[in-house]
T-cell receptor, first 116, second 114 residues
């Protein structure tokens, strides 16, 4: 079955520290992979996506993610976290539905807290 | 360019009442999706429109939920009658049309059924 696992429900880091959020997926074909962020009171904002090509993907706000097929992972990283990065982060895989379109299957989310 | 908008942002209703949620996609986006996040669980797919046609409604939980997209523009999601377990955040997303396209999400409607 198609699924996404985000093992860490909550993570707390200090401002300026590096960050890695884990994401593992289960999908039979070549996956389309996404990271979204939801800040308090806001909707879901796309951080980055992987469809094909270079396995290291750059996104907005200084985030990057690396697709590792052998590990079925798509971890999100940032070298130096800012207080404004405190939010909930969602990893998602695009799963094929009727007509060749894709629905998103989401992980449970990782809530990030940033200490000053 | 305006993003995806949803109305209302919050709705509190009694069990058994009816609620209608509205989504306005990004202009020109043929694809419109509804998702739901219940009680802090995963965000789950409900259904997908291509223009005014329902392409896939495999995620709709039961026949108390009715989605429409008249004219291929905005969409409504009606819950009738609402039950306690329908409480959650309902997200709408739209996409430009390619099968691998990105989905752009609205801010969501938080529904509370008392």
């Amino acid at each position: 079955a198609q699924s996404v696992t985000q093992p860490d429900i909550h993570i707390t880091v200090s401002e300026g520290a590096s960050l890695e959020l884990r994401c593992n997926y289960s999908y039979g074909a070549t996956p389309y992979l996404f990271w979204y962020v939801q800040s308090p009171g806001q909707g879901l904002q796309l951080l980055l996506k992987y469809f094909s090509g270079d396995t290291l993907v750059q996104g907005i706000k200084g985030f990057e993610a690396e697709f590792k097929r052998s590990q079925s992972s798509f971890n999100l990283r940032k070298p130096s976290v800012h207080w404004s990065d405190a939010a909930e982060y969602f990893c998602a895989v695009g799963a094929r539905i009727s007509g060749g379109y894709n629905k998103l299957i989401f992980g449970a989310g990782t809530r990030l807290a940033v200490h000053p | 360019e305006a993003g995806v908008t949803q109305f209302p942002s919050h709705s509190v209703i009694e069990k058994g009442q009816t609620v209608t949620l509205r989504c306005d996609p990004i202009s020109g986006h043929d694809n419109l999706y509804w998702y739901r996040r219940v009680m802090g669980k995963e965000i789950k797919f409900l259904l997908h429109f291509v223009k005014e046609s329902k392409q896939d409604e495999s995620g709709m939980p039961n026949n108390r939920f009715l989605a429409e997209r008249t004219g291929g523009t905005y969409s409504t999601l009606k819950v009738q009658p609402a039950e306690l377990e329908d409480s959650g955040v309902y997200f709408c997303a739209s996409g430009a049309g390619a099968r691998s396209d990105t989905q752009y999400f609205g801010p969501g409607t938080r529904l509370t059924v008392l």
